[in-house]
C-alpha cells in the first residue's frame, strides 16, 4: 500500500515539475517573440552569475535552441570577481558537464568595491558598473552580439518602485535595450517569469548556487524592502502585482506630466473627438484582473 502511495506522489510531484518547465518555456518564449529578442544568426552571451535566476535561464534558452526555428549561439559567461571563498571550480565543472561553451573572465572587482565603498554602505551600484564595463568587452572578444541578464519579472518591478520612491523617475528595467555605449543588445528573456518559478526550478534542477558575498550579503538594501513590499501585497491583495506589471506596457503619455513626453505646450482644442482626451475617471475595474492577453510565439 506505501509503495502505490508513494509512486503516486513521484508521479504527482514530477507532473508538477514538467509544468513548470513548459510554463518557463512559454514565457521566455513569449518575451523572446513579444521583443524580438533573439534573430537568426545571432550569438547570444549568457551571464551566469551562479544564482537560481541565471542557471535558470541558461536551461530554458538551451531547451528553446533546440526547438526554435533559428540558428542562435550560446556561450555561457562567468565574471569571477574573486570574493573570498568563492569556489571557482563549481561553474566549470557544471558547464563542462552540461556540454555548452563557455568563458570564465577572473577580474579582482571585489577588492576594488570594498576599498571605494565604506563598510555598511550599498555596494550593488559601483559593483555593477564594473561588472557591465567587463561584460561588454567580453562580448566583443568572443564575438556575442547579443547579451542576456538573468533578470525576471521581480527585478522589473522592484526596479521600477526604486526609482519612483527614491529616484523621482518612472523608469523601469526593460526587456531589451542598447548599451549606454551604444554597441551591445542587452536582453532579459526572463521578463515575464515570477522569481517563485525561478526559485522552484533551480530546486527541481538542483542548480549548485553560489552565494554572492557583496550584495547578497547585505541586508538593509531598498531593493529588499521593496521586495518585502511586494510579496505583501501579493499575500493581501491578489492580482494588483501582476496589473502593476502589466501597467509597465501600457503606457498613456498624455495622462502623465512629462513634457519632453507629450506636447502639452501645444495641445490646442480642435473640436475633434479624440478617445484619449480627457475623462475624469477610468471605468472602475472588477475584482478579478483580466487574464494575460501576451501572445504565444513559435519559439515555445
Not at 570564465?104 to 550599498?122: A, C, F, H, M, W
Not at 555593477?128 to 564595463?133: E, V
Not at 529588499?224 to 502593476?244: C, D, F, Y
Not at 502589466?246 to 473640436?271: C, I, N, Q, W, Y
Request: with cysteine; net charge negative.
Amino acid at each position: 500500500m506505501n509503495a502505490v502511495v508513494d509512486t503516486k506522489a513521484e508521479d504527482k510531484v514530477a507532473y508538477e515539475n514538467n509544468k513548470l518547465h513548459k510554463r518557463l518555456c512559454r514565457l521566455v518564449g513569449q518575451a523572446i517573440g513579444d521583443f524580438n529578442m533573439i534573430e537568426d544568426g545571432d550569438k547570444v552571451m549568457v551571464c551566469l552569475s551562479g544564482g537560481k535566476d541565471s542557471y535558470a535561464l541558461l536551461d530554458i534558452l538551451m531547451t528553446l535552441r533546440e526547438r526554435a526555428p533559428i540558428n542562435f549561439e550560446i556561450v555561457a559567461v562567468n565574471l569571477d570577481q574573486k570574493q573570498p571563498n568563492f569556489p571557482a571550480d563549481v561553474l566549470p565543472a557544471y558547464l563542462e558537464k552540461l556540454g555548452v561553451p563557455f568563458h570564465i573572465e577572473n577580474q579582482d572587482t571585489y577588492s576594488i568595491v570594498k576599498r571605494l565603498i565604506p563598510e555598511g554602505k550599498t555596494t550593488c551600484s559601483l559593483c555593477s558598473r564594473l561588472r557591465r564595463g567587463i561584460l561588454y568587452r567580453v562580448a566583443d572578444e568572443l564575438g556575442c552580439n547579443k547579451i542576456a541578464l538573468g533578470h525576471h519579472r521581480d527585478d522589473i518591478l522592484e526596479t521600477f518602485f526604486l526609482n519612483m520612491f527614491f529616484g523621482g523617475k518612472i523608469k523601469g528595467m526593460p526587456a531589451k535595450l542598447v548599451s549606454d555605449d551604444g554597441k551591445h543588445m542587452v536582453i532579459r528573456p526572463l521578463a515575464y517569469v515570477k522569481e517563485e518559478d525561478t526559485e522552484r526550478y533551480a530546486a527541481v534542477k538542483n542548480f549548485p548556487i553560489i552565494p554572492c558575498d557583496l550584495c547578497g550579503s547585505q541586508e538593509n538594501l531598498q531593493r529588499k524592502q521593496i521586495k518585502a513590499m511586494l510579496r505583501e501585497w501579493e499575500k493581501k491583495h491578489p492580482g494588483r502585482v501582476e496589473n502593476t506589471f502589466s501597467a509597465l506596457s501600457t503606457v498613456v503619455p498624455s495622462h502623465l506630466m512629462d513634457r519632453e513626453l507629450f506636447g502639452f505646450t501645444d495641445l490646442k482644442t480642435d473640436g475633434i473627438a479624440n478617445p484619449l482626451g480627457d475623462i475624469a475617471f477610468d471605468e472602475e475595474p472588477c475584482s478579478t484582473p483580466a487574464p494575460s492577453t501576451i501572445p504565444l510565439v513559435n519559439l515555445q
